[in-house]
Structures are given as C-alpha cells and as structure tokens.
C-alpha cells in the first residue's frame, strides 16, 4: 500500500533488477479486482492489509529506510549524534524539578506564613479586645499621652469621671498640667514638673509617682499616677495609670495626728513614770530611817517597859511595832520593784542549777530550816541568758512563795524542771504542794498589791509576784500560773537558753 508509506510505495532486494522491479510494481498497481490472479489470493486487489507488522519485518530484513541500521546503533552513538539535545533536555528537567522543588518549599513556606500571620492577627484581636475591656472596665483611671504636646489622646470612663469631663472629646482636649492645681505640694509648677515626669518615664520605661490633680470643677485631689511608655502604630507614647489617693491621703494624715499625739503621750507618761520612780525612791529610802528608829524604839519600850503596861498599852505597842515592821517590807518591796527597771545588771550566762544551790544555803536556808521545806532539782536545769541578780530574786520570790503558802501539817515540797518550748525559749517550773489558787485569780495574781489572804493568814506584802513579773517582762519572757485549790501550784516562766547546747536534752 502507498496510502501509509507514501515515501516508500514498494520495496525490492537489492539482487532484484530496478526495471523488472517497475514493471512488477506497474503490474500489481493495475491487477483489478477480478483478475483470476486477485481471486486465487482471495482479496480485492493491491490495498491495505490490516496488520503492518509483516511489513514492518520485510523492511527490517531487506534493510531498507528506515530500518537501514537496524540493530546497528548503540545507545553511546545515540547520546553522541544527539548529546546537545540530550544535554539541553536533561538541564532543562533538573530546572523544572529544581523550580517545582522551589517553587513547593516557597508554597509551603507561604502556608506557613499565612497561617502563623492568621494566628497572630487572632491573637492580636483578642489581646487588643482584652486590653479594651480592661480599659473601659477598669475601676482606675486610664489614659493615653502622645508627643508632642503630651496631650490626652484617649481615655475609659473611668477617667471622664475622675476629671469630671462630659465626654472623650472634652477629656482629649485637656493635658496633664490643665487637670493640675498651678503648683505641686513641694513648691514646683506643675507644667514643669509634669514635663519631667513624663521625660523620665520615657527614658527608663515607666514612672511611678503621687501627684495633686484638679477636677474641672477646681476640686483637689490626691493621686498616684504610673506612667508606662509603649509602642503604638510604630510611635512611642504614653499610657497613664491613675488612682484617687485622698481618702488614704485622710487617714495616713489622721494616723500620723494620731501617732503624734501618742508620742507626746508616751513621752508626758515616761516622764511621770520616771518622776513617780524617783520619787518612790526617794521616799522609801528617807521613809526607811525613821521607820527603823520607830521599830528600833518600839522593841526597846517592849523590852524595858513591858511588864508595866496594861493590856491595852501592850497591844497598842504590838501595833506600832507590827506596822513599822510591815511598812519597812512594803517599803523594801517597792524599792525592789522600781529598780528592777533601771538597776538591772547586764544580761549573761546564768547556771540556773548554782542559782537554786545558793538560795538552799544562803537566802532560803533558815526558811527551809524551820517549815521542814525541801527543794528538788530531778533533772539539770538549762543554762539561760539572765540578769544573776534577777534569777536569784525571781527564784527566791517564787520558792518563798510555795513555802508560805503551805497546808497545814504538811511539810512544803517544792520542785523545780525544765522543758523546751516551740520556739526558742525554755520553760522552767516551780511546783508546790501548797493550798492552790483558784483559777478566777490566775489573771490578777501578778498585779501589785494584790493579796488573796488576810495578814493574819499569810503574811507579806503583796509586791512578791509583780516583781517576778517585772523582771520577765524586762527578759523578755513570759510568766504564768497552773493551780487549783488544794492541788499545789505551778508558777512557769520562759527565758533564752545561752546557746543552742544549753537547751533542755
């Protein structure tokens, strides 16, 4: 067929003569379709076969176009004839590759940017809503200041109010010094002295200060105001932050009125109080002489004179005797009580242990002696941080106590321990086994003069405990009680052991 392989319309071997070939060729061109020829091969004449593949093997097997180099070329002589082509086709894919590559990794990027961009846009609207309603909502002042002029550009409601201003418009027509009296609390402008407020938060970042503002009204008022610089569309300018200071203004004027005054109050009562000491003093000490002549002088009129007086002369000597006796003690105690104030030794180490030891030889001994009294120490008692004298006086007062205070047939025992504290005190304990106390009378029992006995039961003067109380309120201490009638009494006290090794084991 010609109608597909125009450019070759018959092939022929190479053997084959070119003129034989034509007139074949002419021959076959001509054969119509009833030849006797066309019939025997059962077809219609010279025309297209339906499958082209004999024809394809013909060709390959005579040689001819263009299967001329059939199985010949190597792919080496393929990229040789066309290694520009195959060059330019290969740089060519790599670039579009590497622009498919760039081009997926700048989509993905953008994505990226565009999702990240989305998200801060959100978080920006929902930070710049958060922000307005902590502005409009909040109970203090808030304002924005702008440069130049440092005027107010904004404002919530809560500063329209604080100012007295109408409305935003009027708020923003205003500056700091026009809501200002002409002159600050320490003498200086307020124009001049607001321009350097705003100069230094401006420079460090933000300025925290109080201030004197004025409303519209010409009302004064006290403020604190917090100015905070921040960034707005590129610029810098200012965010003010101002609360109404003027009732807290009051009180810390009332309060410091106050103080004054108790000041002058304290100082007026130290001074009675050091008038009153001295005076107590010094009338105890010129009160002890003639009351020692006048019992010195009763005990030589009850030696010489006794036997010649009547009942009634004898009782009216035992009187004056007895109240000199007893005026000299009360005397003695209160010279006692003024100076554990301000004749206090400084403060050691105290071996409570020698302390009780000394008072069972010296002060108490005869004491001991004529009730049949004992004094017991079960464990080593600390070693504290006290005044010697005061220990020995407050331990004597305490034990004397417990003595005087005794049943009736019964020998007083009297037993003294210590314990550690919560914090970092110790506790010591002077326990008796006297009548008790009841506990209506724990709370007045360390007040002077006062006496829950007749001096006909129990003797003494009544100063004893507020002594011990005095001096632990100079230690810094605490002193209580623990009794009930008939069941003994526990007098405790707290003091600072010497160091950390000398605490209770």
């Known amino acids: 067929s010609t109608r597909l392989y125009p450019e070759w319309p018959f092939a022929k071997t190479s053997k084959t003569p070119n003129d034989i070939a034509e007139k074949v060729s002419a021959a076959l061109l001509s054969l119509p379709e009833d030849s006797p020829s066309a019939k025997a091969a059962n077809c219609a004449g010279w025309t297209v076969p339906m499958n082209y593949q004999p024809v394809h093997e013909c060709l390959k097997e005579l040689r001819v176009f263009p299967y001329k180099d059939y199985g010949k070329i190597t792919p080496a002589d393929i990229f040789k004839q066309y290694a520009y082509w195959i060059g330019a086709i290969t740089i060519l894919i790599v670039m579009m590759a590497g622009i498919i590559i760039v081009t997926s990794v700048l989509n993905s990027n953008l994505k990226a940017s565009r999702k990240k961009l989305r998200s801060e846009i959100t978080e920006r609207k929902q930070a710049e809503e958060k922000y307005r309603r902590l502005f409009v909502s909040s109970r203090d002042a808030i304002m924005t200041l702008a ?6 550009t904004s404002g919530n409601p809560a500063a329209f109010k604080l100012f007295g201003t109408k409305n935003e418009a009027e708020f923003v027509s205003l500056g700091p010094w026009e809501v200002s009296p002409e002159y600050q609390p320490d003498g200086q402008l307020s124009s001049v002295k607001a321009k350097e407020m705003i100069g230094k938060a401006m420079k460090e970042g933000s300025n925290f200060f109080e201030w004197t503002h004025k409303r519209i009204d010409g009302t004064e008022f006290y403020t604190t105001v ?10 810098n300018i200012l965010q003010a932050t101002v609360r109404d200071i003027t009732e807290r203004k009051r009180v810390e004027k009332a309060l410091e009125s106050s103080n004054r005054n108790l000041e002058l109050a304290v100082s007026k009562l130290e001074d009675a109080n050091r008038e009153l000491k001295d005076f107590v003093y010094i009338a105890s000490h010129d009160l002890r002489e003639p009351l020692r002549k006048i019992y010195s002088f009763g005990e030589l009129l009850k030696d010489s004179l006794w036997e010649k007086l009547d009942g009634d002369d004898k009782e009216n000597l035992e009187f004056m005797i007895d109240g000199a006796s007893r005026m000299t003690a009360m005397i003695e105690g ?9 004749k206090g030794k400084q403060f050691g180490t105290v071996d409570l242990n020698e302390v009780v030891e000394q008072l069972q030889q010296l002060e108490l001994a005869k004491l001991l002696e ?4 004992t004094i017991e ?3 080593p008692l600390p070693i504290v941080e006290a005044d010697t004298v005061q220990m020995r006086q407050l331990l004597q007062n305490l034990i004397a106590n417990g003595i005087k205070y005794r049943r009736k047939e ?3 025992q009297i037993v003294i321990s210590a314990e550690n504290t919560d914090g970092d005190k110790v506790r010591i304990k002077v326990k008796d086994n006297g009548i008790g106390i009841d506990e209506k009378y724990h709370k007045d029992i360390f007040k002077m003069f006062r006496r829950l ?6 003797g003494g003067t009544g100063i004893g405990l507020a002594v011990c109380k005095k001096i632990m309120d100079r230690h810094n201490g605490q002193i209580g009680i623990e009794s009930n009638p008939g ?3 526990t007098f405790w006290f707290t003091l600072s052991p010497a160091n950390e090794m000398a605490a209770v084991s």
């Open 147 to 152: 440069p130049p002029d440092w005027k107010f």
């Open 226 to 235: 917090l100015l905070t610089r921040m960034k707005l569309e590129g610029k």
């Open 334 to 342: 209160l010279l006692t009580y003024s100076r554990v104030g301000t």
């Open 370 to 373: 004529e009730t049949g009294g």
């Open 377 to 379: 120490v079960p464990l």
């Open 410 to 412: 019964v020998q007083p």
């Open 453 to 458: 006995h007749s001096r006909e039961e129990y």
């Open 487 to 489: 069941e003994g009494t």
